[in-house]
């Protein structure tokens, strides 16, 4: 030990509960700890053996010990909680946590209220629900209400100044409220369902709905009843996904997985009955070396941070500290808090799942992905997102000279490239050269698909908050109505990313804005990623939407490493996509190309001219005298050859 005379430290020591820093030669705080008894818990570093490899370092560096007394255990645990986020000790486990969780807001006092996505101060009035773990789960949970309920999702300057429907009104997202073609009481009453809905009132939702749909049938108002069928088997299918489908009430469920190099902690969220998903967490790790003593670590750092704290909180490992942190929760949150450890029922598989995706998720992070988080979250900070994006997509055209013009679409999450979800597009009907057609061609075939494909019920999803895979054996899905994912025979559903990246300057960002602007999904965040003036990597500049001046990272930031991983990524997919396009256009004859045309007619004329290049030589008189083509047939095949088409 390092520590000279440690009875002399030791002794003058009160035994009452309080916090003890240790520092350094230098001064610095290695590691803030509490107590019930300060003299006895500093007295336990000094033993001869049985300290862990990680407190015996911690004791090799320290100098000296400094203690604060507080009037309570609990009172000692807040203060604790506020020195372990003040001075980041090394020696502590350290929760590295997002600036905000996105909610799901519905608005007041208005006649044609809103839904929409909420992130930060709740200034508007309205009701809020939520959080929710990660922003594409609101997303899709927002596209899963307005598929079901048809309510508007826009914002109030796009709601006031349209004359006619919107695209979200023809793919039957919404009732058209903006311009009148829905009642204001009918309206407020799919806006109240859609509330209960989140409430997790889904069984009354049910029953309401077919009774309704009873008196629809009565009155022969059978469009009314069939919309209300469709939802009711909607409602259906979605209670069939949910564990504790009818259990309403506010729980968390907490599985921890850990090993000498690291830990992953995994918090699944339980709103009014409802799964709103899971977070995946991996602390910094601290002196703490057993699972139940990082969970504790934990969850004070989760908790006492003006987080919503809900009723029941159950965990995958029994914690010493539980009456206390009972305490001190019921304290913050105005209401009683338990920690349950080993529950029955539905709480016991959510558990069971918790844990099987906190260890899958710790063997992959152990396995190199941590590198790619650490790229994630050096681009949130570099670009000062509110949070770490968990899915990105990057869009690129390329072309020859306007020939073959492809569009690609690459999907980046903290696992990598998600390469199941890359799409490409080939574009039609435009101008030649016209990047910035091409771009909103791209954009409006994904995202109108994504609108489109998402709040499919049904289509289970994961629950370590990654790319929507499921690992062999999970069971049912983590996520119940935020995530869309693949069935085991399906295709990957769409869904939403947290940040698009355009291959360009100001004049395509401000082409993908207004794509997004027109299908409402104002919300993600945009980034064009221009070439500097030498066109060197390295000297990128980068575009954020809502702002006018280019943001140039330094070289070595790991954050733009990212970007040109992906943006290079983008690149080699849209390239090959456009050569292999070229060299098929190149090597077909024309006559494939012409609509009408199949195999049987390309057959009859080479036959009866001898060859491609007679057919070409031929007046449409000529044309039209071949078995079953038509006049009109044949003056499609002489423009073709004659440059007239």
Known sequence: MTIEHPKALIMPLPPKPGIYRMLDAKGEVLYVGKAHNLRKRVQSYFRASGLAARVMLLMQQAQNIEITVTHTETEALLLENNLIKTLHPRFNILLRDDKSYPWI??????????IGFHRGAKREKGRYFGPYPSSYGVRETLNLLQKIFRVRQCQDSFFRNRSRPCLQYQIKRC?????????????????????????GKSQTLVRDSIKQMEQASDKQDYETAALLRDRIGMLKRIQEKQYITGQGGD??????????????????????????????????????????????????????????????????????????????????AGKKITLTVNPRGAPRRWIQ???FNATDALRRHL????????????????LQLESTPERIECFDISHTMGEATTASCVVFDI?????????????????PGDDYGAMTQALTRRYRKVKEGMGEPGISGTSDGRSGRRAPGQGSPGRGLTELSESRQGRLAPRLPDLILI???KGQLGVAEGVMQELQLADVKLVGVAKGRERKP????????????????????????????????????????????????????????????????????????????????????????????????????????????
């Open 175 to 199: 009732s058209g409220p903006c311009v009148g073609l829905i009642e204001p009481e009918r309206y407020a009453a799919d806006v109240q369902q859609a509330v209960m809905f989140m409430e």
């Open 353 to 355: 799942m918790a844990k």
């Open 367 to 382: 396995a190199g992905k941590i590198d790619m988080q650490g790229r994630f979250e050096a681009l949130r900070d570099a």
């Open 251 to 332: 729980a968390d469920v907490m599985a921890i997985d850990a090993t000498p190099e690291a830990a992953c902690i995994v918090v699944t969220w339980i709103r009014g009955g409802q799964n709103l998903g899971s977070k995946t967490f991996f602390p910094r790790l601290g002196a703490e070396s057993t699972p139940w003593e990082m969970l504790d670590a934990f969850l004070s750092q989760y908790y006492l941070s003006g987080r919503t704290i809900p009723a029941r909180i159950y965990l995958s490992e029994a914690i010493v500290e539980r009456k206390l942190l009972e305490r001190a929760f019921s304290e913050q």
């Open 538 to 645: 390295g000297m990128e500049q980068l575009f954020l939407s809502a702002t006018g001046r280019p943001t140039i990272l330094p070289p070595t930031s790991a954050g733009l490493h990212l970007i040109q991983q992906i943006r290079d990524e983008a690149h080699r997919f849209a390239i090959a996509g456009h050569r292999a396009r070229r060299g098929k256009a190149r090597t077909s004859s024309p006559i494939e190309r012409i609509p009408g045309i199949g195999g049987k007619r390309r057959q009859a004329l080479l036959k009866n001219f001898g060859g491609l290049r007679e057919v070409a030589r031929a007046g449409v008189e000529d044309l039209a005298r071949v078995p079953g083509i038509s006049p009109q047939l044949a003056q499609k095949i002489y423009d073709v050859f004659h440059g007239e088409e």
């Open 503 to 505: 291959d360009g300057g």
């Open 415 to 431: 696992n990598g490239p998600v390469k199941s979800d890359y799409r490409r597009f080939n574009i039609e009907g435009i101008e």
């Open 105 to 114: 807001y519905v608005s007041e006092g208005q006649e044609y209220p809103r």
